[in-house]
């Protein structure tokens, strides 16, 4: 066996002469596990591509266990397999018919589900995955759904898995049962490349790291010689002075809540629930998935119909039916998925920034073009927005600029209320702590942000005040008024 399944030498790669990978070292050793680093726009992506053997290199050499790849993206595609981060199932097929899909078990010409049924069962028992297969895609839990996706990699004999944020949408006990499958992988020599924005599961979980800053390779280690510091230094250089920042304390006056919600229930939401929010105030929501965070988000923002209960703004109750009606009422979400529900991926960075200010554009029956510009252009220079022009696509930007461009959406209809239901999902840390740096100064203006975030640590720093959710219900209020009174640990034991 080669001593690496795959070698990359000096690999660069520029789009428009602009050079986006500069002399690029990658090595992968059979049953590796390798972490791969770098904040939005670093390069990871093209140098995945790469290894696919969809981009060609303006230079540098490939081999694949030992065979060299000259822009061949078959012989690429025999050994390795993607994991996206955004599932490539149908939702309306079993689990059977997604594994084997195009690459169906023949026998004369006729699938042979038999033998198909054999195969991911005997794989399932040698992984202890415990899924039906004759489910359909669309009643299994995120977790599962990634567990498919690995199945579909494997079975189709791939040798090398890149993993492009698997965990995103996962919660603890999911993410300990993807990593213990990692590890059975590594177990039977298949190598793994894992991208994730949570360094402590590289730490956790990865043998190596790469970390690619602005094109260059800045670290290249064992894991056991690299420490979370000097991750962070890599990945961002100077700029790792930005997460020490900080949170500014604001005092908050208690006398008459910019919010209450008394009561409220929904469909979704049986046991009532009341609380209260203050100007200048990020009132936390900790909770695992499916607690009950973007199902009161719903409520609030008026996708899900209010059933019973009332909410008040400043004393005055407002009815909320419609989100049109919240936007009036001084809300705005910010999605869990930026992607399907914030975004409108395949429009420009214009189109997106002006749907949500579209009435305030208007100019008797027209819109007015100009003025529209110039605000758009405002909050692409205020949100520090990496876009060539107004008129780039969306789906071109990194994940953080795009939830920059959502936020952006948000602040554009001066909001009283922000709703932010995992704004950091899928972003580099110093992407998170621009995001987070937005909030601070949205609260010193006198706005409130209820922010819910799969991160206790982001919870923790960044609420003056936590409640905790658990099956719909608020089970308890925590105090965090400088940000420090609660720690990480007391968080996390107060959401099991």
Same mark, same amino acid.
């Given at each position: 066996m080669a001593n690496y399944v795959l070698e990359m030498k000096d690999i660069c790669m520029s789009f428009n002469g602009v050079f986006? =990978?500069?002399?690029?070292?990658?090595?992968?050793?059979?049953?590796?596990? #390798?972490?791969?680093?770098?904040?939005?726009?670093?390069?990871k992506s093209t140098l995945l591509k790469i290894i696919q053997g969809i981009y060609k290199p303006v230079s540098g050499d490939i081999k694949i266990f030992g065979e060299e790849i000259?822009?061949?993206?078959?012989?690429?595609?025999?050994?390795?397999?993607? &994991?996206?981060?955004?599932?490539?199932?149908?939702?309306e097929m079993t689990v059977l018919e997604n594994i084997y899909l195009n690459s169906e078990i023949k026998t004369y010409g006729i699938i042979n589900e038999k033998e198909s049924a054999k195969r991911v069962l005997d794989f399932f028992r040698e992984y202890d995955i415990h899924i039906d297969i004759y489910k359909r895609i669309k009643e299994l839990s995120s977790s599962d759904m990634q567990m498919i996706e690995?199945?579909?990699?494997? @079975?189709?004999?791939?040798?090398?898995? @890149?993993?492009?944020?698997?965990?995103?949408? =996962?919660?603890?006990?999911?993410?300990?049962k993807l990593f213990t499958m990692i590890q059975r992988l590594k177990e039977n020599k298949i190598s793994v490349v894992l991208i994730t924005h949570h @360094?402590?599961?590289?730490?956790?979980?990865?043998?190596?790291?790469? !970390?690619?800053?602005?094109?260059?390779?800045?670290?290249?280690?064992?894991?056991?010689?690299?420490?979370?510091?000097?991750?962070?230094?890599a990945m961002l250089g100077e700029e790792s002075n930005a997460l020490q920042k900080k949170r500014s304390v604001v005092h908050i006056d208690k006398t008459t809540p910019l919010l209450e919600v008394k009561g409220i229930t929904t469909r979704r939401i049986k046991t009532p629930?009341?609380?209260?929010?203050?100007e200048g105030e990020v009132l936390g929501l900790a909770g695992l998935k499916g607690s009950g965070r973007t199902e009161l988000f719903q409520a609030l923002f008026g996708v899900e119909p209010i059933t019973g209960g009332q909410i +008040?703004?400043?004393?005055?109750?407002?009815?909320?039916?419609?989100?049109?009606?919240?936007?009036?009422a001084g809300f705005f979400l910010i999605p869990e998925s930026r992607q399907i529900q914030g975004l409108s991926v395949d429009h420009s960075v214009r189109f997106n920034m002006e749907l949500s200010w579209l009435n305030k554009m208007k100019r008797h029956f027209l819109l007015d073009d100009k003025k529209g510009n110039e605000v758009a252009q405002t909050y692409i220079g205020r949100m520090q927005i990496k876009t060539q022009n107004?008129?780039? &696509?969306? #789906?071109?930007?990194?994940?953080?600029?795009?939830?920059? !461009?959502?936020?952006?959406?948000?602040?554009?209809?001066?909001?009283?209320?922000?709703?932010?239901?995992?704004?950091?999902?899928?972003?580099? !840390?110093?992407?998170?702590?621009?995001?987070? +740096?937005?909030?601070?100064?949205?609260?010193?203006?006198?706005?409130?942000?209820?922010?819910?975030?799969?991160?206790?640590?982001? !919870?923790?720093?960044?609420?003056?005040?936590i409640l905790i959710l658990?099956?719909?219900?608020?089970?308890?209020?925590l105090l965090n008024e400088d940000f420090e009174t609660i720690t990480q640990d007391e968080l996390t034991a107060a959401i099991q």
């Amino acid at each position: 066996m080669a001593n690496y399944v795959l070698e990359m030498k000096d690999i660069c790669m520029s789009f428009n002469g602009v050079f986006v =990978l500069q002399d690029i070292d990658f090595n992968l050793k059979p049953g590796e596990i #390798r972490g791969l680093i770098g904040k939005n726009g670093a390069g990871k992506s093209t140098l995945l591509k790469i290894i696919q053997g969809i981009y060609k290199p303006v230079s540098g050499d490939i081999k694949i266990f030992g065979e060299e790849i000259h822009n061949s993206y078959r012989k690429a595609s025999d050994s390795v397999g993607m &994991i996206f981060q955004e599932f490539s199932l149908v939702s309306e097929m079993t689990v059977l018919e997604n594994i084997y899909l195009n690459s169906e078990i023949k026998t004369y010409g006729i699938i042979n589900e038999k033998e198909s049924a054999k195969r991911v069962l005997d794989f399932f028992r040698e992984y202890d995955i415990h899924i039906d297969i004759y489910k359909r895609i669309k009643e299994l839990s995120s977790s599962d759904m990634q567990m498919i996706e690995i199945c579909k990699a494997v @079975l189709k004999n791939k040798k090398i898995i @890149l993993m492009d944020e698997p965990t995103a949408a =996962l919660d603890g006990k999911q993410c300990e049962k993807l990593f213990t499958m990692i590890q059975r992988l590594k177990e039977n020599k298949i190598s793994v490349v894992l991208i994730t924005h949570h @360094l402590k599961e590289i730490i956790q979980n990865c043998d190596s790291v790469t !970390v690619i800053r602005d094109g260059y390779l800045t670290l290249d280690a064992q894991i056991q010689d690299a420490s979370m510091d000097t991750i962070i230094s890599a990945m961002l250089g100077e700029e790792s002075n930005a997460l020490q920042k900080k949170r500014s304390v604001v005092h908050i006056d208690k006398t008459t809540p910019l919010l209450e919600v008394k009561g409220i229930t929904t469909r979704r939401i049986k046991t009532p629930l009341s609380f209260k929010l203050y100007e200048g105030e990020v009132l936390g929501l900790a909770g695992l998935k499916g607690s009950g965070r973007t199902e009161l988000f719903q409520a609030l923002f008026g996708v899900e119909p209010i059933t019973g209960g009332q909410i +008040q703004i400043l004393g005055k109750p407002v009815r909320i039916r419609h989100p049109s009606e919240a936007v009036e009422a001084g809300f705005f979400l910010i999605p869990e998925s930026r992607q399907i529900q914030g975004l409108s991926v395949d429009h420009s960075v214009r189109f997106n920034m002006e749907l949500s200010w579209l009435n305030k554009m208007k100019r008797h029956f027209l819109l007015d073009d100009k003025k529209g510009n110039e605000v758009a252009q405002t909050y692409i220079g205020r949100m520090q927005i990496k876009t060539q022009n107004l008129d780039t &696509i969306v #789906r071109s930007l990194s994940g953080g600029n795009q939830q920059k !461009v959502v936020i952006a959406k948000a602040l554009a209809t001066n909001p009283k209320i922000i709703l932010m239901d995992d704004p950091t999902f899928g972003v580099d !840390v110093h992407a998170k702590a621009e995001i987070m +740096q937005i909030i601070d100064e949205f609260k010193q203006t006198g706005g409130a942000v209820i922010l819910a975030s799969s991160e206790t640590e982001e !919870v923790n720093q960044n609420c003056n005040r936590i409640l905790i959710l658990k099956n719909q219900e608020i089970t308890g209020e925590l105090l965090n008024e400088d940000f420090e009174t609660i720690t990480q640990d007391e968080l996390t034991a107060a959401i099991q």
